[in-house]
């Protein structure tokens, strides 16, 4: 497998992960909203599916991005992809 | 050069800035203590502001085609985070999004989760590849990516009924915030609004709406948080409310079960004034079906991910990097904002309802409330309205009707705040629509003037000629804009989710597809965009007609019948035609890496 293979197979798997945390916390969890939303785990005494749309997803996917990011330079950093000075 | 310099002194530049305005809302202050009229304050705030933002876009005038169509590509990440919040979030997020969450609850906080998740698929499917491409505007990845003048064209054609949509919501919302602070009629102060719009990126295109957008983003969060911490502090619910709301959710839920949700007769409900409405569903219980919840979940988090406004901000960075990092800045100052609207919903909501609280007035009488400063103001706006359906002498929770507008704007005023504040409110939201304006109005001049005058009608065009061109087609999209604001056909917020639907149904899977499946071709990306389209505008005009729909899907989740339409339709055509030349997909292994040049830089 070529250089370029092996990064875009990295690339991708990252791909994957990343959607499958985003389509726990953007869609996953709401199907089982009603259930959620009679538990006692209740984050600053909201109640829980309630909590989530107004705040835990919301942070979630910001760190979530951040996180992604920090993993895709760490790929095109092994395979010596990374933009250099004069690039672009 | 002045312009390095400029650069390597935003943080100096939009600080200071910052610091001018807070002066200026405490010299507002203290201007209300000696007396001055409250009128006099909200003209103050709206027109000071705009006349900042126009300068800024005065200051950022360029003949350069680099700079006028991607501000020459050297916006830092955090400022470029800022400049795709306020360019993202809209009329709809700051005026709007509260309402529908103080009406509806947890069904519309939908929107909340659409409007962030969406971030997570333009980070790691498409802002960091569209950047490498390289290209002016959206259309512009399409034309050369699948290659052909109708495949740029189609793009073209979706970008425009999307963004369009779009910014007559915005233009509409300018024009209510600016009748109620110039107070001015509101077919006057839609072109009012049009003429700060075109001050900001007439003369500077990208570059000017970059450099206005970080301002209106200051403004616009200062303007929103600023009040839902004084609130919070002064109903007693504590002096961080995002963390201290809980006791104040559940008394909503303990009135709501006291009050119980009357359904008002047609007749009764065809007295109240258009676009009004009442509280009708719980605040904080799950009370929409998951599909419900979901499906606009996702229409909103496809369409972030397809609205060219959004994307045509992370063609600016200076590299993919920052471009990837940059929409992580970009959520997290809209975070910031999106994680207060609940928290100004539920003040909003419990100091109107709450009999105990001075501000309360369910449970009134009727001629008590008739007679309360605000009211009397809201109702002359047509934005607030109550009747005596019962004929009891007391007003009900059914009774009350509020324009979804008013629930941002007038709170600061219900809530007991000076005046001072709700002029703040209302530079803030003029603010927000002009910035999701600027971008909107541009995308699409951009769109016109690089994708069908430049590329398709006179390649020969010089850059003198193709930036009067572009200018001539921003002027022109404004008005037009502006006419159909007037007319006012759909709310804020519903013509807003109507862009997110009709961008998914057309633009979605042609943009990701293009990056992530070679195989991908002309025929395919064609059939994806206009079937997608038309499919998706069918459904829409069946549902408003009366049609029934199906699975579920209304009028405001349309978007999921296009988008389906548009991927099979891709997929198969791109199957039975012939695959993409090895040029082509040279180009999209180009795409795939960060380093090297630009794709188009290559060609």
């Known amino acids: 497998m070529s250089k370029q293979e092996q990064h875009w197979e990295k690339t991708r798997n990252l791909l994957f992960i990343t959607l499958a945390i985003w389509f726990v916390f953007s869609i996953g969890i709401f199907l089982f909203g009603a259930e959620m939303q009679e538990s006692n785990i209740r984050p600053f005494g909201y109640p829980l599916t309630y909590w989530f749309t107004c705040q835990g997803s919301l942070a979630i996917f910001v760190i979530l991005i951040f996180w992604f990011a920090g993993r895709q330079e760490k790929i095109d950093d092994e395979f010596g992809f990374s933009e250099r000075e004069g690039d672009q | ?603």
């Open chain 2, 1 to 603: 050069m002045i312009k390095g310099k400029f650069i390597d002194n935003l943080p100096k530049v939009y600080g200071i800035y910052t610091g001018g305005f807070l002066v200026f809302i405490i010299l507002m202050a203290i201007a209300e203590q000696a007396g001055m009229s409250a009128k006099l304050i909200g003209i103050f705030f709206v027109a000071f502001t705009v006349l900042i933002y126009a300068l800024i876009g005065w200051l950022s005038r360029t003949l350069q085609v680099d700079a006028y169509y991607v501000a020459g590509r050297q916006v830092p990440t955090v400022f470029n985070g800022m400049a795709t919040a306020a360019d993202w979030m809209s009329g709809a997020s700051f005026v709007a999004m509260a309402g529908g969450i103080y009406f509806k609850g947890y069904g519309y906080m939908a929107l909340l989760v659409g409007w962030t998740g969406g971030y997570v698929l333009v980070a790691s499917l498409l802002a960091p590849y569209l950047r490498k491409f390289g290209c002016y505007t959206v259309p512009d990845f399409i034309g050369t990516r699948y290659g052909g003048n109708l495949a740029r064209f189609s793009a073209v054609i979706v970008l425009t009924v999307a963004s369009f949509t779009y910014v007559t919501a915005q233009i509409n919302a300018t024009g209510t915030i600016a009748s109620v602070a110039l107070d001015i009629p509101f077919g006057i102060a839609v072109y009012v609004g049009l003429a700060s719009i075109l001050m900001c990126s007439m003369l500077g295109g990208m570059r000017a709406v970059t450099w206005t957008q970080v301002a209106q983003y200051i403004v616009l969060i200062i303007a929103y948080l600023l009040p839902v911490f004084w609130i919070s502090s002064k109903l007693g619910a504590g002096f961080f409310p995002h963390f201290m709301l809980a006791d104040e959710v559940a008394r909503i839920a303990e009135l709501e079960g006291q009050f119980g949700f009357v359904k008002n007769s047609a007749a009764d409900l065809a007295t109240v004034p258009k676009g009004l409405a009442g509280i009708t569903k719980a605040h904080s219980s799950v009370n929409a079906t998951p599909w419900a919840f979901i499906s606009l979940a996702v229409c909103m988090m496809a369409g972030t991910a397809s609205l060219p406004h959004v994307m045509m901000r992370y063609f600016t960075t200076p590299s993919v990097r920052t471009a990837r990092r940059s929409v992580g800045w970009s959520l997290f100052f809209i975070f910031l904002l999106y994680s207060s609207a609940p928290m100004l919903a539920t003040l909003s909501k419990l100091s109107l309802i709450d009999p105990t609280l001075p501000t309360g007035i369910i449970g009134k009488t009727i001629a008590e409330v008739q007679a309360i400063d605000w009211y009397q103001n809201w109702n002359q706006a047509n934005l607030m309205f109550i009747s005596d359906f019962n004929g009891n002498g007391t007003l009900e929770l059914n009774e009350f009707f509020m324009g979804g507008k008013a629930v941002v704007l007038a709170t600061p005023e219900i809530a007991g705040l000076p005046y001072v504040i709700s002029g703040l409110v209302a530079a803030g939201g003029m603010a927000a629509a002009m910035s999701t304006a600027d971008g909107l109005v541009l995308a699409i001049s951009n769109a016109l003037s690089h994708d069908i005058y430049y590329k398709i009608i006179n390649p020969k065009a010089e850059t003198a000629k193709r930036l009067i061109v572009a200018r001539v087609l921003l002027v022109l999209i404004g008005f037009a804009g502006a006419t159909i604001a007037a007319l006012e056909i759909q709310g804020i917020l519903g013509s807003v989710i109507w862009a997110f639907d009709f961008a998914m149904s057309g633009l979605f899977f042609p943009l990701v597809l293009g990056v992530w499946w070679k195989r991908a071709n002309a025929p395919g990306a064609v059939a994806g965009m206009l079937l997608g389209l038309i499919s998706g505008t069918a459904y829409l005009i069946w549902v408003r007609s009366g049609g029934s729909g199906f699975l579920g899907i209304t009028q405001l989740t349309f978007g999921i019948v296009g988008a389906a339409v548009s991927l099979v339709s891709m997929i198969v055509v791109s199957l039975i035609t012939a695959a993409p030349d090895a040029a082509t997909q040279k180009m999209v292994d180009d795409v795939r890496i960060p380093s090297g040049k630009t794709v188009l830089a290559q060609k």
